[in-house]
C-alpha cells in the first residue's frame, strides 16, 4: 500500500533514518514525542529486511533472465523450463509483496516522526530570550489594576462574552462596534506591510482535507492527546470519501496549493499572505488561559506562507548552514515584519528562541514574539504569544509531495517551507485594548498607524 496524500505519494527519508537512528531517537524525547521514540529503530529495522530480502531475491531474478533467455532460443526442455518459470515467478512475486508491506509500514511509521531539530534550538524546554520591542526590563511600564481587555471590551461595549456562549457554547466571542472595525484595522494594516516587502496576497478556504492537515503537522490529536482539529462529519453516502477538517491556521491551505506540483526554481522564494477564519478544538484544553480572547475557538488571523530552495539531500544528514541557507533569510524576513508591524503598534514585546518542546511536528526551528498583557501580570509574568514563525524545512513538502522542478537528470529536491503569523487578530487587539487603556479618562487609544482605517478615530470611549 502506497502512503499518500489524496493521490500523491508520501516520501519520508528511510534511508537516513536508518544512518541515524540514534539521533532520531534522541529528537523524539527532546521533541516531547516519547511515545515515539522506539520508532526509528523499527524503521530501521524494516530498511534493513528490505535490503536483504533486495540481496536474496538476485539470485532469482537472474536465473529468471536465464530461462527466458533459453526460451529464445532453440535449446533446452521447453516444459522444463516454464515449470522452472512459474515458480520462480510466483517466489519473486511473494518477495515484492513482503517488500512494499515492509516498506508501506516503515513509511507509515516514518511519518509519525516529528522534524529534526537546528542546532540554534534550546533542549532545555525553557525558551532563550533573544531581545525586546518597546520595552526596557530596566525600566518597566506600570499598569492600573483595572487594564483587563475583558473588563474593558464589556464596559466600552466592545466585546460580548456571553451572547456568543448562548450562541455557540464557551470559547466563542462577538467583536462589536468599534472592536469589529479594529479587527478588520489590523487585518489591512499587516496585509499592507507584508505586501510592502514582496508578498502576494491570497484568500484561502477555511475547509481542507484532513489528510492535507496531517500533512502539515496537524493531526486529530497531539503528542498529549489533546484535540487539535475539528474535523466535519459526514453523511453516510460518503462513507469512505476523504474526510474534512476546519483549517486550524491558513498555513494548511496555504501549503496545499503546491500539493503534488513541481515549483520552477527560478521562481523561488514564493512569498504568500493570506487571511482566514482559524478554527482550534484544543482552547482551554489544559484549564488555562480561559478567560477573555487569549484563548478561543474561531478567530481571524493574516499568515505568511513561503517555499524556499534548498540543497538536494540524500541518506546523509545535511550541513546545516547550507541546508537552510535560503529558509532561513525569510524565516527573518518574517521576524522582522513581524517586528515592524508589533513596534509600529506600540505594544510591549519580547522575542524568544522556542525550546524544542514547543515544537510541535513541522518545525526545525521557531521563533515566538510575547506581547505585554497587563491582565497576565499573575501568570508568565505578563507575557503572551501574538506571533510566531517556524522553518519546517522540507517535512511538509515531503508529505506533499511538493517538488522543485530543476534540470532533466538532477537529483530531486523538496523545497523548504517557511510559515509565520502575520496577526493574530484577537490577541493583539487584546494587547491594543490593555496597553491602550486610560484608566482615568475610561478610553482606549487607537494605535496611530491604524487609525487611517479607522476614519481617523484616535480613541475608543464610553458611549
Keep these: 500500500m502506497k502512503v499518500v496524500v489524496g493521490k500523491h505519494l508520501q516520501r519520508p527519508q528511510l534511508g537516513q533514518i536508518l544512518n541515524n537512528v540514534e539521533l532520531y531517537e534522541h529528537n523524539t524525547l527532546v521533541r516531547n514525542y516519547q511515545s515515539h521514540q522506539d520508532v526509528p529503530r523499527r ?23 536465464e530461462l527466458q533467455k533459453q526460451m529464445n532460443s532453440s535449446g533446452g526442455d521447453r516444459d522444463e523450463i516454464v515449470a522452472q518459470m512459474k515458480s520462480l515467478r510466483q517466489e519473486i512475486e511473494d518477495s515484492e509483496v513482503e517488500y512494499r508491506d515492509l516498506k508501506s509500514a516503515a513509511s507509515e511509521m516514518a511519518l509519525l516522526l516529528p522534524n529534526l531539530t537546528s542546532v540554534d534550538t534550546p533542549t532545555n524546554n525553557e525558551p532563550r530570550l533573544r531581545s525586546y520591542i518597546n520595552y526596557d526590563p530596566e525600566n518597566p511600564p506600570t499598569y492600573s489594576t483595572s487594564a483587563d481587555h475583558s473588563i474593558i471590551g464589556e464596559k466600552l461595549r466592545l466585546l460580548d462574552f456571553a451572547s456568543a456562549s448562548m450562541a455557540a457554547g ?8 468599534e472592536a469589529a ?9 499587516a496585509f499592507s506591510i507584508a505586501r510592502k516587502h514582496g508578498w502576494s496576497a491570497v484568500a484561502p478556504p477555511s475547509l481542507v482535507y484532513s489528510h492535507m492537515a496531517g500533512a502539515c503537522g496537524f493531526r486529530p490529536r497531539d503528542q498529549n492527546d489533546e484535540q487539535q482539529i475539528w474535523q466535519v462529519a459526514q453523511p453516510e453516502r460518503d462513507a469512505g470519501k476523504p474526510t474534512r477538517s476546519l483549517a486550524a491556521t491558513a498555513e494548511i491551505p496555504l501549503a496545499a496549493l503546491y500539493a503534488g506540483k513541481s515549483i520552477r526554481q527560478e521562481d523561488l522564494p514564493i512569498k504568500l499572505v493570506g487571511s482566514s477564519r482559524c478554527f482550534r478544538a484544543e482552547a482551554g484544553a ?12 474561531e478567530f481571524t488571523k493574516v499568515e505568511m506562507f513561503a517555499w524556499t530552495d534548498c540543497p538536494a539531500t540524500g541518506d546523509e544528514l545535511p550541513n546545516e548552514e547550507a541546508w537552510t541557507e535560503h529558509s532561513s533569510k525569510i524565516f527573518y524576513e518574517m521576524v522582522n515584519i513581524q517586528t515592524e508591524i508589533l513596534s509600529s503598534l506600540g505594544l ?10 514547543d515544537l510541535g511536528a513541522s518545525a526545525y526551528r521557531k521563533i515566538d514574539i510575547e506581547a505585554m498583557f497587563p491582565s497576565r501580570k499573575k501568570r508568565d509574568e505578563g507575557w503572551g504569544e501574538v506571533t510566531s514563525v517556524s522553518i519546517c524545512t522540507d517535512y511538509q513538502s515531503r508529505r506533499l509531495d511538493t517538488k522543485i522542478q530543476e534540470a532533466s537528470g538532477s537529483r530531486k529536491k523538496y523545497p523548504h517551507t517557511v510559515n509565520g503569523t502575520a496577526m493574530a487578530v484577537p490577541r493583539v487587539l487584546a494587547a491594543i485594548l490593555e496597553n491602550g487603556w486610560r484608566e482615568q479618562e475610561g478610553c482606549v487609544v487607537i494605535p496611530e498607524v491604524l487609525r487611517g482605517y479607522m476614519g ?8
Design 43 to 65: 524503521v530501521a529495522s524494516n530498511v534493513v529486511q528490505m535490503a536483504e530480502l533486495d540481496h536474496r531475491m538476485n539470485g532469482p531474478r537472474r536465473k529468471m533472465k
Design 181 to 189: 472595525l479594529l479587527e478588520q484595522a489590523l487585518v489591512q494594516y
Design 456 to 463: 481617523g478615530m484616535e480613541k475608543i470611549g464610553p458611549r
Design 348 to 357: 510591549p514585546c519580547r522575542v524568544l528562541e522556542m525550546p524544542s518542546s
Design 170 to 177: 464557551w470559547g466563542f466571542y462577538y467583536l462589536l462596534n
Design 286 to 297: 489544559r484549564g488555562v488561559d480561559t478567560k477573555g480572547l487569549y484563548r478561543v475557538h
